[in-house]
């Protein structure tokens, strides 16, 4: 509901309060002031909030939280001493329940703004815990105020260069807890320094520490810049006395003189062990090196990747490709069903770690490629029956859909984490012969605004395709005086939002904009056929081109 507020015009770093209506996935949640609404991160249904406003744009408008004057009524659980300060983990305050809810309502809105339409949506999954879950753990060095005590955790809301020691974070184990303390304590007695991100100067980096929770293998890598010579092997023989639920049989000392803040080896030495974990999954063993990706909850992940493999279904005699593999966890669970397994992956030291589980789990069909999705796919000359995507958050790079749309797979199962972009690629693959059958939700990530979504295409069948064999422009009775014909429409549109859109899709904005068609044209020879709807922003630039033209 908008505002009753008398309308006017928001300007730039003006403070405004109100109520936070609801909200978007992403971790944004959005009001109004009069006719303007207004978003801001982390906010929650609910909630009263002051906020300043730093862009507005039209009838939108984007600010930033300064006060919380009312908490929500979903705000009635007890949140970790943390809470607030660190930048993580806004949703703690939430009952574990409705944040599921809350995930649950977001990411089914944005199938429906995407007009992705007529198939089975199977709900939203929770994690097998909503603590503790977490079994890797990425630490920053530096101190919470400028000239302050050292200190190791994590970014600091809304801060950039603070960090807060998370000592009794919630969603990492107790051993993550001692190993952080150790640690810090450690580096503060000897009085070393944190590398300042904007000096570009100092010792101490990172601390990023795997825990396998089925197997309780625990491996640390502490990093730092070169600027310093230290012998940290009394740290080592200190943590291996710890107590702990679990056993430390890794530690890696990672130089990084990058100026990115990010982690990354310039050279890695092992001080102790070996330089992975090894974790079980549904009866698999998978290796895990410091730098591989794999799924952060690993009791959540056994659920998805049962999803995911109750979606691919019998693979009997079916050869699969695993885009975006990782260390192959997904390729090597649905291999057991299959006849052959294809994966790719960019990362060299990950496709190494799934040639070397495939080994393990005694699975001689699956085979691994070193490279880019978008240029791998290319080479392929197999034709996959199914196809299991797991991009990055961005999606899927363009070249590479219409590559993977090339196949012609008879299935595709597309796992992702960011609901934004997969919406974007389903609107493609519809438009390209797919039909989405199931939608469902896992829950990795408790208290924060993340969830894995995985959807089940399959292609449609011959008779349901859409031909159009047939000249629009013909069928059109609006009037000759202020008629572009499609083709003009499309150049209109390329020209000026390098976009290409079909005929079918200016026929509906037209069909939507009460613009005369002519009638039964371009109609399906299906009843129950699919027909691909016309995304958003595509028809916001047809209708833009019509304006140009006069028509409407």
């Known amino acids: 509901m908008k505002s009753n507020g008398s309308e006017k015009m928001l300007k730039r770093?003006?403070?405004?309060?109100?109520?936070?209506?609801?909200?978007?996935?992403?971790?944004?949640?959005?009001?109004?002031?009069g006719d303007v609404k207004v978003t801001v991160k982390h906010g929650i249904p609910g909630q009263l909030v002051r906020a300043a406003i730093k862009k507005i744009k039209k009838k939108q408008a984007e600010a930033q939280v300064l006060e919380i004057l009312e908490n929500s009524p979903l705000e009635d659980q007890s949140p970790c001493q943390h809470f607030g300060n660190c930048g993580g983990c806004f949703q703690q305050t939430v009952a574990y329940e409705?944040?599921?809810?809350?995930?649950?309502?977001?990411?089914?809105?944005?199938?429906?703004?995407?007009?992705?339409?007529?198939?089975?949506?199977?709900?939203?999954?929770?994690?097998?815990?909503?603590?503790?879950?977490?079994?890797?753990?990425?630490?920053?060095?530096?101190?919470?105020?400028?000239?302050?005590?050292?200190?190791?955790?994590m970014h600091k809301r809304g801060r950039h260069y603070d960090i807060v020691t998370v000592d009794a974070c919630l969603i990492m184990d107790e051993d993550f807890r001692k190993l952080l303390t150790t640690i810090l304590d450690y580096f503060k007695e000897k009085g070393l320094s944190y590398y300042n991100t904007r000096r570009h100067e100092g010792y101490l980096r990172h601390l990023v520490i795997r825990k396998a929770h089925f197997t309780g293998e625990i491996l640390i890598n502490l990093v730092?810049?070169?600027?310093?010579?230290?012998?940290?092997?009394?740290?080592?023989?200190?943590l291996l006395a710890l107590e702990l639920r679990g056993g430390i049989v890794g530690f890696l000392h990672t130089f990084n003189d990058n100026l990115a803040d990010i982690v990354q080896s310039d050279k890695t030495d092992i001080l102790?062990?070996?330089?992975?974990?090894?974790?079980?999954?549904?009866?698999?063993?998978?290796?895990?090196?410091?730098?591989?990706?794999?799924?952060?909850?690993?009791?959540?992940?056994?659920?998805l990747y049962s999803i995911v493999r109750d979606f691919v279904g019998e693979a009997k005699g079916q050869v699969v490709f695993d885009l975006y593999c990782g260390t192959?966890?997904?390729?090597?669970?649905?291999?057991?069903?299959?006849?052959?397994?294809?994966?790719?992956?960019?990362?060299?030291?990950?496709?190494?770690?799934?040639?070397?589980?495939?080994?393990?789990?005694?699975?001689?069909?699956?085979?691994?490629?070193?490279?880019?999705?978008?240029?791998e796919v290319k080479k392929l000359k197999e034709k996959p029956d199914i196809i299991i995507i797991d991009p990055p958050r961005a999606g899927i790079h363009p070249q590479a859909l219409k590559d993977i749309i090339s196949f012609d797979a008879e299935k595709i199962v597309y796992v992702s984490c960011n609901p934004k972009t997969l919406v974007r690629d389903l609107v493609e693959l519809e438009a390209s012969g797919y039909q989405v059958d199931k939608a469902q939700l896992m829950d990795m990530f408790p208290?924060?605004?993340?969830?894995?979504?995985?959807?089940?295409?399959s292609r449609k069948n011959p008779d349901d395709r859409i031909e159009i064999d047939i000249d629009l422009d013909e069928l059109d009775i609006t009037s000759a005086e202020s008629k572009a014909t499609y083709e003009e429409i499309k150049d209109y549109v390329l020209k000026n939002h390098s976009m290409k859109v079909s005929s079918l899709y200016i026929s509906q904005v037209?069909?939507?904009?009460?613009?005369?068609?002519?009638?039964?044209?371009n109609l399906p020879k299906s009843k129950d056929v699919r027909v691909p709807q016309c995304p958003p922003e595509k028809g916001r630039f047809i209708t833009e081109a019509l304006n140009h033209f006069r028509m409407v």
């Open 13 to 33: 770093k003006e403070i405004v309060e109100f109520k936070i209506e609801d909200s978007e996935f992403g971790g944004k949640g959005y009001g109004y002031v």
């Open 98 to 153: 409705e944040q599921l809810l809350l995930k649950e309502k977001q990411v089914k809105r944005l199938f429906e703004e995407f007009a992705i339409k007529n198939y089975t949506w199977l709900g939203i999954e929770g994690s097998p815990t909503a603590f503790d879950y977490r079994n890797k753990m990425e630490f920053s060095f530096g101190d919470e105020e400028k000239g302050g005590p050292l200190t190791l955790g």
């Open 224 to 238: 730092t810049t070169t600027q310093s010579q230290i012998n940290i092997q009394d740290l080592v023989e200190k």
């Open 272 to 303: 102790y062990g070996r330089d992975y974990v090894v974790e079980e999954l549904l009866g698999l063993k998978f290796k895990i090196s410091a730098f591989s990706f794999f799924q952060t909850n690993s009791q959540g992940a056994e659920k």
């Open 328 to 375: 192959g966890t997904i390729g090597q669970i649905v291999a057991p069903n299959a006849e052959k397994v294809v994966g790719i992956e960019i990362i060299e030291e990950a496709v190494e770690a799934a040639r070397e589980n495939a080994n393990s789990n005694n699975l001689n069909n699956c085979s691994f490629i070193a490279g880019d999705v978008k240029e």
């Open 447 to 457: 208290h924060t605004p993340h969830v894995e979504t995985v959807v089940l295409l």
């Open 510 to 521: 037209k069909r939507k904009l009460g613009i005369e068609m002519g009638i039964n044209y």
